[in-house]
């Protein structure tokens, strides 16, 4: 168990509508990270947020936004789903203040768009 | 731009059989090295990492890695694979900077016989 904790799981929906995950990181962490994992794309860094604010965009589409709030769980939010949307999205958190590079993963959330 | 080639896609190895999955990074100067597991509907775990130091890494579940300056590789190894290490595996870069975001390989995936 990492300490990342990811809801929902799973997730279907259909195309054109708009979903929210949501990601706890491990206690004390301040930093979170979210992840989008496809077959055809690999593992791809989305965004990243320290204490509340944004710190580093990936490949992040307009259609998806991200925010952490001051209990520092983090939220990302798609929008107009497309089925090339359908992967499975990680949320990760680090140590806070200390660039270790250490990631902690949670165990994901599969979005399947229909 | 910093990148992580794993040439393999896919490895099958028989059960008590060496293992050696291939990393090739490029980035502007040594960043930080990672080896990530991955094991079937789970998050990424951290195997091990290289910051500076001693190439030869030693991480869990009896993996080490080497770094290789003059190559840009940092070739996993395992003596003696059990079945429990069936899995995909990434590799990851990671900058010395200030920050935290990996960029990751596109994964190795491992399948042990009996």
């Known amino acids: 168990d990492s300490g990342v904790t990811q809801t929902p799981k799973h997730l279907i929906t259909a195309t054109g509508q708009r979903v929210t995950l949501r990601c706890s990181p491990r206690?004390?962490?301040?930093?979170v990270y979210w992840y989008q994992q496809s077959l055809d794309q690999g593992l791809q860094f989305l965004i990243q947020?320290?204490?509340?604010?944004?710190?580093a965009k990936g490949n992040i589409l307009e259609r998806f936004s991200a925010q952490q709030f001051p209990d520092l769980h983090s939220e990302l939010n798609l929008s107009s789903l497309e089925l090339g949307d359908s992967a499975l999205y990680f949320c990760?958190?680090?140590?806070?203040?200390?660039?270790?590079?250490?990631?902690?993963f949670g165990e994901g959330s599969r979005l399947t768009v229909l | 731009a910093q990148s992580v080639t794993q040439p393999d896609i896919h490895i099958t190895v028989s059960e008590g059989a060496s293992l050696e999955l291939r990393c090739n990074y490029s980035y502007g100067a040594t960043p930080y090295l990672f080896w990530y597991v991955q094991s079937p509907g789970q998050g990424l775990q951290l195997l091990l990492k290289y910051f500076s130091g001693d190439t030869l890494v030693q991480g869990i579940k009896g993996f080490e890695a080497e770094f290789k300056r003059s190559q840009s590789s940092f070739n996993l190894r395992k003596p003696s694979v059990h079945w429990s290490d069936a899995a995909e595996y990434f590799c990851?870069?990671?900058?010395?900077?200030?920050?935290?975001?990996?960029?990751f390989g596109g994964g190795t995936r491992v399948l042990v016989k009996p």
């Open positions: 990760a958190s680090s140590v806070a203040g200390v660039s270790t590079g250490e990631l902690f």
């Open positions: 990851a870069v990671g900058p010395k900077a200030a920050g935290n975001k990996l960029t």
């Open positions: 206690s004390g962490d301040l930093s």
């Open positions: 947020y320290y204490n509340g604010e944004e710190r």
